[in-house]
């Protein structure tokens, strides 16, 4: 039963069919066969019948004068005829049981009992071909004139009618054999080209490229049928799931591009800012050319404030580059962040706490994802922390693993952030897919994300690698 | 051509109206011959109605009794019995003709059992089951009577079951077929019976033969034997030889012919009567 039930539908359906079938066959021929027996029994019982009607009428008087001659020559010549192929023996015996004649007076002799004969007998009602051999024994009393004056027994061959029968059962089964194998085969290609399109919509659900395909619109059964529906509502299911996915992409793709904006305008300010002092000292060089101390200050201050236009703009560059960074993770990755968050948090007049402890390198981790991981969290972070807030960042490295901690003293994050965050459910409309970025990246990294609030403080921990020393979120 | 024809007609027309102005003549036959083939019986009558002139009707009876007793009774003219019937009744039969058989008119009675039996005589019989022919048949049953009775034995006791079958062909078919040991039959049936069905005689053996008997005569009432259809039939019957028909009959019945019969023919039997009766 439990093979029975790992075979597929398209040839279980049909075996089923076709066990059903030899049921059915086998209820069948043996209704036939009984119907053959039943014939077969009435057409010896009637013979039988009139065989012995016949010899009664026949040897009645014979029987009754003990005439020994007229009784074996009237059976002997009964013998002769088209009957007697089948009465391969009879023999008559007197009211007191002693045998008058038999046709084979070899094998009955005269004057024998016609009980030794008799036994094993069957009345003429009881006479029923294929109960025991090819050769049946009838007892049946010789009536005449309205009372018994002996006794007949008669041996029926009936091996024709067995061989009829055995041919019969023969036929039958052949027949049967035949017609349910056909029927079975056709019933095979007929349910396994109905279950074809369930066959190609498994085969479609469980290809290996990590998503469901459509199924091609040839193998869709014409029609308005409820595999056709099922078909074509699996087709729009896929396209469904694929447009999601489309447009979580062109989200995520547009939050990575609101990041930027935000740090290109905390940018501008902050290449704006400098540029005055060193347009100044540009003027002061051109007014003082021949002070050459002045000169010089002058050109000190225009030194530093491009040197640090050029480490904003290659931090700038830096994150715009990050789908193609996969070089390792570095600590100059995180004073690239510190860089590219300074000009926000000037712009919001927020605090800063920022800790990185990192004596070696973590092996494994790509700067990219793990750059923009900290910088959404940081954004979100600045944004919960309002003005005059105050955000923290810890970078830690414990073993072989790296714990990021981001905190800050806002309101605390709301459900919907703290589910985009946290869990895979479906995303609410109007939220954005920052948070949900982080976690996407995070679990791409292998790593792991803890949320906690305590004492009016939001920390997010992302932990990577074996030991990460924090409480895991997934769990 | 024409005047042969016409000839031939006229003939024919007067024998027929002299057979028809005739009354029939009736005779009566035993089983003592193979009464089971008709052609012999036919044969038999046309030789007869031939030599007669007159139109024969035979007539059969499963008994020796019932045809003896026919001719007492006149219901038959004559007939052919056997010679114990004959002697039972001397007094008011009388002797037509006998057949000569092998050159005299005598017959043996055989004894036989089945091929494969290892009796060769009488006495290995005992306790054996055995067909007789007629309880009034010479050979079917007279002479192993009698031959019992001289040895003291009685058929009633000395066989476990002794059947009649009421014709010597049935008396060789029973012992062929098994349904009895032995049995008691007339010698010419016997031999005849070899010639014409040879597998059924070869069932059997013939383990005795009787001494040779006068052999069955036609007989008629002894008031009537001087009649004139009683002279004619004797005619009939000696002079068939003569005749194609008559020749044709005699060698259907495989006889040479028939001659004149004398009381003395049948003393044989007369002396075992005598010592059935002892």
């Known amino acids: 039963m439990q093979a029975l039930g790992r075979l597929p539908l398209s040839l279980k359906l049909p075996l089923l069919g076709a066990a059903m079938m030899v049921l059915v066959g086998a209820v069948a021929s043996q209704q036939v066969l009984r119907a053959l027996a039943g014939?077969?029994?009435?057409?010896?019982?009637?013979?039988?019948?009139?065989?012995?009607?016949?010899?009664?009428?026949?040897?009645?008087?014979?029987?009754?004068?003990?005439?020994?001659?007229?009784?074996?020559?009237?059976?002997?010549?009964?013998?002769?005829?088209?009957?007697?192929?089948?009465?391969?023996?009879?023999?008559?015996?007197?009211?007191?049981?002693?045998?008058?004649?038999?046709?084979?007076?070899?094998?009955?002799?005269?004057?024998?009992?016609?009980?030794?004969?008799?036994?094993?007998a069957a009345a003429l009602e009881d006479l029923s071909v294929g109960g025991s051999g090819p050769v049946l024994r009838l007892l049946a009393p010789l009536i005449y004139q309205g009372r018994m004056v002996g006794e007949i027994v008669t041996e029926l061959d009936v091996s024709d009618l067995l061989i009829e029968r055995r041919r019969a059962l023969m036929l039958l089964i052949l027949g049967n054999a035949v017609a349910i194998g056909v029927l079975a085969m056709a019933g095979y290609a007929a349910l396994r080209q109905m279950l074809r399109p369930v066959s190609t919509l498994a085969r479609q659900m469980t290809r290996t490229e990590g998503k469901p395909y459509p199924i091609p619109a040839a193998e869709i059964p014409r029609g308005d049928g409820e595999l056709a529906r099922l078909a074509r509502t699996y087709n729009a299911m896929v396209g469904a799931v694929a447009a999601k996915a489309e447009a979580e992409k062109r989200l995520a793709e547009r939050e990575r591009f609101v990041a930027l904006g935000r740090l290109s305008s905390s940018l501008a300010h902050e290449i704006n800012n400098p540029l005055g002092g060193l347009l100044n000292a540009a003027d002061t060089i051109r007014t003082f050319s021949d002070r050459p101390e002045v000169v010089r200050q002058s050109a000190d201050l225009l030194d530093r404030g491009l040197r640090h236009l050029r480490d904003v703009t290659r931090a700038s560059l830096d994150q715009n580059r990050m789908d193609m960074e996969h070089r390792p993770l570095s600590a100059e990755d995180f004073a690239d962040l510190k860089l590219l968050i300074q000009p926000e948090l000037s712009r919001q007049a927020q605090g800063m706490d920022w800790s990185v402890d990192l004596p070696g390198v973590p092996p494994g981790l790509a700067a990219g994802p793990v750059r923009q991981i900290a910088l959404n969290l940081l954004l979100n972070a600045s944004a919960a922390a309002g003005r005059e807030g105050r955000i923290g960042l810890d970078a830690s490295q414990g073993g072989a693993g790296l714990a990021i901690a981001i905190s800050d003293n806002g309101a605390g994050m709301p459900q919907a952030a703290l589910d985009r965050l946290l869990t895979d459910a479906p995303l609410s409309p109007g939220g954005g897919v920052g948070l949900r970025l982080v976690r996407d990246l995070t679990l791409g990294l292998g790593g792991h994300i803890a949320h906690h609030r305590a004492g009016g403080v939001t920390r997010i921990i992302v932990s990577f690698g074996p030991e990460p020393g924090v409480q895991d979120a997934e769990g | 051509m024409k005047r042969r024809a016409l000839l031939a007609g006229a003939l024919a027309a007067g024998l027929a109206g002299r057979a028809r102005a005739e009354p029939v003549f009736r005779m009566g036959l035993t089983p003592v011959f193979l009464d089971n083939d008709a052609a012999v019986v036919d044969g038999l009558r046309e030789a007869l109605s031939r030599g007669m002139g007159r139109q024969i009707e035979l007539v059969q009876r499963r008994t020796y009794q019932e045809i003896t007793g026919l001719l007492l009774e006149r219901s038959v003219d004559a007939a052919w019995l056997c010679g114990y019937p004959y002697l039972q009744h001397a007094d008011a039969l009388g002797l037509v003709a006998v057949p000569s058989w092998r050159g005299g008119p005598r017959y043996q009675s055989y004894l036989i059992v089945a091929a494969d039996d290892p009796a060769t005589g009488l006495p290995d019989l005992r306790g054996g089951t055995h067909a007789f022919s007629d309880p009034d048949s010479n050979s079917g049953y007279l002479v192993t009577a009698s031959d019992l009775r001289r040895a003291g034995e009685r058929a009633e006791t000395f066989f476990s079951r002794a059947i009649f079958t009421y014709g010597h062909r049935n008396v060789v078919r029973a012992v062929a077929d098994g349904l009895v040991r032995s049995g008691s039959v007339d010698g010419y049936v016997w031999e005849s019976l070899a010639t014409i069905e040879p597998a059924l005689t070869a069932r059997t053996r013939v383990i005795a033969r009787s001494e040779w008997l006068g052999f069955p005569p036609i007989c008629a009432r002894r008031d009537s034997t001087g009649s004139e259809p009683v002279l004619a039939l004797r005619r009939a019957l000696l002079g068939m030889g003569d005749t194609p028909e008559g020749r044709q009959a005699l060698a259907a019945l495989q006889i040479d012919g028939f001659q004149p019969a004398s009381d003395a023919l049948f003393d044989g039997i007369a002396t075992r009567m005598r010592d059935l009766e002892a």
């Open chain 1, 39 to 120: 014939v077969q029994d009435a057409r010896v019982q009637e013979l039988a019948q009139m065989h012995v009607e016949g010899l009664s009428v026949a040897l009645g008087p014979l029987v009754l004068r003990r005439d020994v001659w007229e009784v074996y020559d009237t059976l002997d010549r009964a013998s002769q005829g088209g009957e007697g192929r089948r009465m391969i023996l009879t023999a008559v015996a007197d009211d007191t049981g002693r045998v008058l004649a038999a046709t084979d007076p070899g094998r009955v002799p005269m004057d024998s009992a016609i009980a030794d004969l008799a036994q094993g």
